[in-house]
């Protein structure tokens, strides 16, 4: 999946959110508190090569991108080592979850946790 959408939030942005995802109808609801918080998003298949340097936040879905856990935390660190790493998915789904945590991503939550957290998540 190519890069689907950026913000256009004006240069003068705090930075921005990427999020590594499949699910476009959850990832408006993302780009909108990106968006509240003064950054500019970007809806990924993988963590971009360029222009990392602005990344405040990477956002990990894990329900479509789950195989990315165990990469993420050391491209983050290579690229973007500045962003907040956040990984999210169902809470069913515990194997995920587990996986994501041992990978070393410090802030794993359910969809539910990452719902409610949405509104001020990025603030």
């Known amino acids: 999946m190519s890069e689907a959408t950026q913000s256009d939030t004006n240069e003068e942005s705090g930075g921005s959110v990427v999020m590594l995802s499949g699910d476009l109808i959850f990832s408006s609801r993302v780009k909108a508190a990106a968006e509240r918080a003064g950054l500019l998003f ?27 856990a165990t ?36 802030m794993v939550m359910t969809n539910g946790q990452f719902d409610r957290q949405l509104p001020r998540l990025f603030t």
Do not use: M, W
């Open 42 to 68: 970007r809806v990924a298949g993988n963590l971009p090569e360029d222009e990392t340097e602005s990344i405040r936040f990477v956002v990990l879905d894990l329900s479509t991108r789950s195989k990315l």
């Open 71 to 106: 990469e993420i935390v050391t491209q983050c660190n290579e690229r973007c080592p500045q962003a907040k790493l956040i990984a999210y998915g169902p809470h069913v789904q515990v194997e995920k979850l587990g996986k994501a945590r041992a990978a070393g991503i410090a």
